[in-house]
């Protein structure tokens, strides 16, 4: 059975920096999609980046620029690297695979409006706080 551990949240003030981390175990086959999920309060769920298995990342236009995203395979682990946070980047941060990944999924549609339907397996989040 697939598990993704997130860990790395905590409580910053705007311009801080994070590193989130999210450990996949379980699924020996590599061929799956991971992606960084937030979701707000009273907000809907939405797509921040995701990543394929060559490395390659996409990003939504709200972060472009500030967070990174990226994989160690001998660590089963993704990171999320988040920069010069802003009080509009709170939220609980979810990390989520597709187990029958597309090069969709593993780019741009993960970060359009409803792309988190195509993500199986999630974990239980990491809360990100931003002062400002």
């Known amino acids: 059975q697939v598990q993704l551990v997130e860990s790395g949240g905590g409580s910053v003030e705007s311009g801080g920096s994070l590193r989130l981390s999210c450990v996949v175990s379980?699924?020996?086959?590599?061929?799956?999609?991971l992606a960084w999920f937030r979701q707000a309060p009273g907000k809907n769920r939405e797509g921040v980046a995701v990543?394929?298995?060559?490395?390659?990342?996409t990003y939504a236009d709200s972060v472009k620029g500030r967070f990174t995203m990226s994989q160690d395979n001998t660590k089963n682990t993704a990171y999320l690297q988040m920069n010069t946070l802003k009080p509009e980047d709170a939220a609980m941060y979810y990390c989520?695979?597709?187990?029958?990944?597309?090069?969709?999924?593993?780019?741009?549609?993960?970060?359009?409006?409803?792309?988190?339907?195509?993500?199986?397996?999630w974990g239980q989040g990491t809360q990100v706080t931003v002062s400002s």
């Open positions: 990543i394929d298995s060559d490395g390659r990342a």
């Open positions: 989520a695979a597709d187990l029958s990944p597309s090069p969709w999924t593993c780019g741009l549609g993960a970060v359009h409006r409803g792309g988190e339907l195509h993500f199986e397996v």
């Open positions: 379980g699924y020996a086959n590599r061929r799956y999609c």
